[in-house]
């Protein structure tokens, strides 16, 4: 069974940063596809970024290149979603992702979810 679990969200004032992470586990796969959605409240659900260990390709959306840095640590099945310069629109639920028949990213279509994880960006 594929579990993800996400950790590292919390509060923090516009301009800061934050470092989620999100621990893989049960995928019977050597290449594997993680991505991060949020969703804001009241808003629909957004792909964030995604990465695989397949090709090692790495997507954004427009709104968080170049502040938002994906990354894997393949031997330990871990992802992290870097959160730098952070706005308060970046204020969400986060939630790791994945496709567990595929490692392609984006993936059409993401079967597994962790809990999510809150974050906020209030001064």
């Known amino acids: 069974q594929v579990q993800l679990v996400e950790s590292g969200g919390g509060s923090v004032q516009p301009g800061g940063s934050l470092r989620l992470s999100c621990a893989v586990s049960?995928?019977?796969?050597?290449?594997?596809?993680i991505g991060w959605f949020r969703q804001a409240p009241g808003k629909e659900r957004m792909a964030v970024s995604c990465?695989?260990?397949?090709?090692?390709?790495?997507e954004y959306d427009d709104s968080v290149k170049g502040r938002f840095t994906i990354s894997r640590d393949d031997v330990r099945k871990t992802v992290y979603l870097q959160m730098n310069n952070l706005k308060p629109e970046d204020t969400a639920i986060y939630y790791c992702?994945?496709?567990?028949?595929?490692?392609?990213?984006?993936?059409?279509?993401?079967?597994?979810w962790g809990q999510g994880i809150q974050v906020t960006v209030s001064s």
């Open positions: 049960g995928l019977g796969f050597d290449y594997y596809v």
């Open positions: 992702v994945t496709d567990t028949h595929d490692y392609a990213c984006p993936a059409r279509e993401y079967d597994a």
């Open positions: 990465t695989s260990s397949g090709d090692d390709n790495a």
